[in-house]
């Protein structure tokens, strides 16, 4: 029995009221341990769900909230169900659910991550149940009271009415109700044909208080008597403390103390501790530990294995390809065989340099512990992570660790680390007093878990039909599995075996060969997706240029006609390809592909299957001169059933601009063996005015269950863009970021 309790095994829901007369409706938390094979012991309630009596509507929110509007789309779920008023609904927060069972944690909400876009897919059966079954309770109260049977009763915007016409709100109902057993097998979800919430556009919860400033992210969070730590890192990747005089630093006045974080230890993954040593100082406000850094005399040791650069590793990976895969993770048919007598060869190499997160909110943590309790308010995406890093650290028992999950500003992947709570946890316990650890922007560039880096190299082959007969895709990348799993799986995270164009080709290859690095990996924006559909995508595109072929037809030729492959893993377990063809054709459509073209306007498609979602891009550019204009975007998703329209455009628009952002401009490089990037200044992000003036998205009306939204228009903008860069420039960029081979070519 694995320690993460599997959501789909709750059977029963729980109900109870409370002093106030409230209705208070939750998934209770189920135990399955060695001694109790044949059945499952309820445990302690976590409400989702709270009706009061002045009919206010209380509901839950069990994920993380990054930006992507996970709030609103699972409060709207149970609305739905529960047929609330929407404006008497109030969304609040939960913090990670866990309970001691056995001095084992038991996962009390299930799924709490905001990492692959799996929230809403993981919340989709589990919250309709929650609503539905409120409302059968608050029928069932009705009918009791009026001595009618259920059957003639129906829910409308929080209010039970009768045949007769007689109405009860939700609030005058909420003590009977909560005094209810809940039917044995809770109530069937309610048909989509009577939806009024899902599928309509809802504001974010939190916009007016964002907007007007009253929003409170993690960094905002703040205890009384708390020290303000800040912390230098070795510069170093690997490296040690070798000298430090603290006499200046402690002589200022609100400096109350200087501590030392050791390095990370080798015996522990990655991602489980801090990534660097370091020395924090300690004070009352954080400007006055900024100075008190400043006035350190500080000496650090170099790691075993230096930082390298870009350059470096395409000469590596140049020497891996020449060689025996790491991970020969698919072999259809004979490419090498049918390649030798094909009318028609292509190949290419794509170098996808390494970036940061550069997330707005740089890492902080608000950490009280001693020998009884801990709480941790901090900006994480995967609370388990770190409740395992903070219990490691502490002893303590699963029920006495708290950890509140605030609005975070951003994450894409960095917030899945508990590095820097580890850290705070460790002066908290040093100091004995609370701490409020900020780190400075030079070291959220300097101390992240970078993307990796990778050189994909394509071969591919036609008939003299022009039909694709064979296709290889070798990829050399640092993966981010690197000091996390055995050397064996890291292929595990960097290429995808069911990835188009496999199922498609009857000849095809994909290999994986692995590049050390002394830079911290990890999850980033769409993982592997991101960059592997850069390759894919542009090289379809050559490819199609090369056969004089239209890349639409082509595209939609090697797509065939709708079927549905195989997908192991994330997004599966099928592909259909009638999905994908159909927003490929609607984003072309609307762009204006088969219409005549602006003088010097380029036009360019690329599309994708991440994580469930089928998403196409269509990009229209042009230069001016130097200066890329982007006239048009259009970007169609298919992301089955979706819960809040406006949410998932917002979505799409949001990853689609930060994929031309991420694609443009955007690298790391390392100087004398640490990260050159200090700030935003020298990690340049696009700005507005050189951004199009919208994004046109799409999308498709389906029956289908819901897929997530945040990662989805991530990986086709990329491509999309550069194929179009080539159509109007017959330039073609091979190289992530784009913009300083597009300024060296052109």
């Known amino acids: 029995m694995t320690r993460a309790h599997d959501a789909s095994r709750r059977r029963f829901l729980k109900v109870f009221g409370t002093a106030t007369g409230a209705l208070v409706v939750g998934l209770p938390a189920l135990a399955w341990t060695p001694d109790e094979l044949l059945g499952q012991t309820l445990i302690v309630l976590n409400p989702y769900l709270r009706i009061e009596p002045d009919g206010t509507t209380v509901i839950g929110a069990r994920d993380p909230e990054v930006g992507q509007g996970i709030r609103t789309a699972e409060a709207r779920i149970i609305a739905e169900e529960l047929d609330a008023d929407w404006n008497k609904v109030v ?3 939960l913090d990670l659910g866990v309970t001691d069972v056995g001095g084992e944690p038991h996962w009390t909400y299930g799924h709490q991550m905001a990492s692959g876009s799996t929230s809403v897919p993981a919340a989709w059966n589990d919250l309709r149940t929650v609503g539905a079954a409120a409302r059968e309770l ?8 009026w001595s009618v049977n259920t059957g003639g009763l129906r829910a409308v915007r929080g209010v039970v009415i009768a045949t007769d016409g007689r109405k009860l709100g939700y609030g005058e109902l909420a003590e009977a109700a909560a005094k209810l057993k809940p039917a044995t097998n809770p109530p069937a979800p309610k048909p989509a044909s009577q ?4 599928g309509q556009d809802a504001g974010d919860v939190d916009a007016r208080d964002i907007i007007t400033g009253h929003q409170h992210f993690a960094i905002d969070e703040w205890l009384g008597d708390a020290l303000v730590a800040v912390i230098t890192h070795c510069p170093y990747p690997g490296g040690t403390l070798a000298h430090v005089d603290d006499a200046a630093a ?17 015996a522990l993954p990655l991602g489980t501790q801090q990534l660097a040593a370091g020395v924090a100082v300690l004070a009352r406000d954080t400007w006055t530990a900024m100075q008190g850094i400043a006035k350190l005399d500080i000496r650090w040791n170099p790691g075993t294995r230096a930082a390298e650069g870009d350059d470096a590793l395409v000469q ?10 790491g991970k020969a993770v698919r072999t259809d048919g004979d490419f090498a065989n049918t390649a030798k007598h094909a009318r028609h060869r292509f190949q290419a190499e794509y170098q996808i340099a390494t970036v940061a997160h550069a997330e707005l909110e740089p890492p902080n943590a608000l950490v009280k512990v001693d020998s009884q309790r801990a709480v941790i308010v901090a900006p994480v995406q995967n609370p388990r992570a770190t409740f395992d890093a903070v219990q490691r650290l502490t002893g303590l028992a699963p029920d006495k660790i708290e950890i509140k999950l605030p609005r975070a500003g951003g994450g894409f992947g960095r917030f899945l680390e508990a590095d820097y709570v580890a850290e705070a946890v460790m002066l908290a316990k040093a100091a004995g007093k609370p701490v409020k650890l900020m780190w400075t922007r030079a070291d959220a560039f300097a101390q992240d878990t970078f993307r990796p880096f990778s050189v994909q190299r394509l071969e591919a082959c036609a008939d003299r039909r022009k039909k694709l007969t064979g296709w290889t895709h070798r990829i050399a990348s640092t993966s981010r599995l690197a000091g996390r799993e055995p050397r064996t799986r890291w292929w595990l995270s960097e290429m995808h075996p069911d ?3 496999a199922g498609l080709v009857d000849n095809l290859q994909y290999a994986w060969f692995a590049l050390d690095s002394a830079l911290p990996r990890g999850s980033y924006r769409a993982s592997s997706h991101a960059v592997n559909a850069f390759a894919t995508e542009c090289f379809i595109d050559e490819i199609a240029h090369g056969l004089r072929q239209d890349a639409l037809e082509f595209r939609l030729a090697l797509l065939g006609e709708p079927r549905k492959l195989p997908y192991r893993g994330h997004g599966g377990p099928v592909l259909d390809t009638g999905r994908l063809s159909w927003v490929l054709q609607l984003a072309a459509d609307a762009a204006g592909w088969s219409k005549p073209h602006p003088h010097g306007h380029g036009f360019g498609l690329a599309c994708h299957f991440t994580f469930g979602g089928y998403v196409a891009h269509a990009v229209e550019m042009s230069m001016e001169g130097t200066r ?4 048009n975007v259009v970007c169609a998703a298919d992301l089955g059933r979706v819960v809040n329209p406006l949410g998932a455009r ?3 628009v949001g990853a689609t601009l930060d994929g031309f952002s991420t694609a443009l401009r955007q690298r790391v490089t390392i100087k004398n063996g640490s990260v050159a990037q200090r700030g935003f200044k020298d990690y340049p992000l696009v700005t507005m005015a050189q951004m199009p003036h919208a994004v046109q998205v799409i999308l498709v009306p389906s029956q289908e269950n819901p897929a997530g939204a945040f990662d989805m228009g991530f990986p086709s903008a990329a491509p999309a863009l550069a194929n179009a860069i080539f159509a109007g420039t017959t330039v073609r960029v091979r190289q992530l970021p784009i913009w300083p081979e597009l300024m060296r070519l052109l």
């Open 195 to 198: 939806y009024t919430l899902i």
């Open 499 to 501: 990835d188009l164009p």
């Open 250 to 266: 402690l002589r200022l006045e609100g400096v109350k103390k200087v501590m030392t974080i050791p390095p990370p230890d080798p």
């Open 91 to 93: 969304v609040e927060p």
């Open 650 to 652: 917002a979505a799409l």
């Open 138 to 145: 608050l029928l069932r109260a009705a009918a009791a009271r």
């Open 316 to 325: 590596a990976a140049a020497t891996a390809l020449q060689g025996q895969p």
């Open 628 to 631: 890329l204009v982007i006239h």
